[in-house]
């Protein structure tokens, strides 16, 4: 629907979402909820990249508890959902291998 309101610009929203069977209202309420979405998910990804240039060897879990303490947890989300980002954008830390020591046994 953006592209094609870049695209035919003349054409109003109303006629467009029109088109689809949506109304405007749904319009812009969704291109409103994906900009704000998006301009969080950049910015907590920006605080990912400054903790882990700090110390490169923080967990996901420790780094939503740190970011929680410190921007609060109205900004970050739901623990799952900050997971998830991060596994998406390939941050994720690799599971540390299992030590195996010697049984005398």
Same mark, same amino acid.
């Given at each position: 629907? =953006?592209?094609?309101?870049?695209?035919?610009? !003349?054409?109003?929203? %109303? *006629?467009?979402? +029109?088109?689809?069977? &949506? =109304?405007? @209202?749904? /319009?812009?309420? %969704?291109? %409103? =909820?994906?900009?704000? !979405?998006? @301009?969080? @998910?950049? *910015? &907590?990804?920006?605080?990912? @990249? /400054? /903790?882990?240039?700090?110390?490169?060897?923080?967990?996901?879990?420790? $780094?939503?508890?740190?970011?929680?303490?410190? /921007? +609060?947890?109205?900004?970050?989300? +739901? !623990?799952?959902?900050?997971?998830?980002? $991060?596994?998406?954008?390939?941050?994720?830390?690799?599971?540390?291998?299992? !030590?195996? *020591? =010697?049984?005398?046994?």
């Amino acid at each position: 629907m =953006t592209g094609l309101r870049k695209e035919f610009p !003349r054409i109003s929203v %109303k *006629t467009l979402c +029109g088109l689809f069977g &949506m =109304t405007p @209202q749904a /319009y812009y309420k %969704k291109k %409103k =909820t994906l900009v704000s !979405r998006r @301009q969080i @998910q950049d *910015t &907590m990804l920006s605080f990912v @990249q /400054y /903790y882990r240039s700090k110390d490169p060897g923080i967990g996901g879990l420790k $780094l939503y508890n740190e970011l929680c303490s410190v /921007y +609060g947890s109205g900004l970050i989300g +739901g !623990r799952d959902a900050f997971l998830n980002l $991060l596994r998406s954008r390939h941050l994720m830390l690799p599971p540390k291998k299992p !030590r195996h *020591t =010697t049984d005398s046994n």
